[in-house]
Each structure stands twice: as structure tokens, then as C-alpha cells.
Nanobody, 120 residues
Framework: QVQLVESGGGLVQPGGSLRLSCAAS????????MGWYRQAPGKQRELVAT???????NYADSVKGRFTISRDNAKNTVYLQMNSLKPEDTAVYYC??????????????WGKGTLVTVSS
């Protein structure tokens, strides 16, 4: 009933920037916290950044000062601006959203992921 579609991944050199987007669609009444997680090869999925519907943000220590999360509630979209990228930022980035559906149910949703590769 709900779909999250990420875009914006790709190959970038160290020190470069990328902007990820994630749009939610479906029978959406409202969206609570939206966020980004990542999973590097051989590692567990980890939190990158989240933002509540009220705009409260939370960042992993490893990305503070380099990444910025934002959202457009009218478009049901969350963004991740990534600056000063490092090779250790290489991972599949997943969008997550807690969605209140029309009809009263709630669900925690994941996108399929977008690959970010930081390499020279």
C-alpha cells in the first residue's frame, strides 16, 4: 500500500557531494519520522540520520557536520545532502518512513536502497 523510492546514488570522488531523495507514495494519511540508514559490505545496517514530522533531527556521529537531512511534507519526500564524502561512506543507503495509512493502520516502511560509492 506504500512505496518508498530512493534516487540520487552513484559514484563520487572523495570530498565530493551527493543528494539522495526518497519519495513516499500510496494510501498515506500522514508520515511520522523519516530517515536514512546505510549498510556497507559485510556490516550491519546503521542509522545515518532521521527527522521527525516536527523537524527534530538525529545524526550518526560519523556524519555530523557533513550530512544534512531535510524533508518536504507536502511532497512526502525526505532528502539527504551528503558533503565531504569519504570512502567509508560507501554503502547502500536505505530510506525509512513510519507511515499512518488512510483507514487507520500504521506501518514501518523501507525503500529498496540506492548505492553510494566514494572512490577515486
Amino acid at each position: 500500500q506504500v512505496q518508498l523510492v530512493e534516487s540520487g546514488g552513484g559514484l563520487v570522488q572523495p570530498g565530493g557531494s551527493l543528494r539522495l531523495s526518497c519519495a513516499a507514495s500510496g494510501r498515506i494519511f500522514s508520515i511520522g519520522t523519516m530517515g536514512w540508514y546505510r549498510q556497507a559490505p559485510g556490516k550491519q545496517r546503521e542509522l545515518v540520520a532521521t527527522m521527525t514530522s516536527d523537524g527534530i533531527t538525529n545524526y550518526a556521529d560519523s556524519v555530523k557536520g557533513r550530512f544534512t537531512i531535510s524533508r518536504d511534507n507536502a511532497k512526502n519526500t525526505v532528502y539527504l545532502q551528503m558533503n565531504s564524502l569519504k570512502p567509508e561512506d560507501t554503502a547502500v543507503y536505505y530510506c525509512n518512513a513510519y507511515i499512518y495509512l488512510i483507514g487507520g493502520t500504521r506501518s514501518n516502511n523501507w525503500g529498496k536502497g540506492t548505492l553510494v560509492t566514494v572512490s577515486s
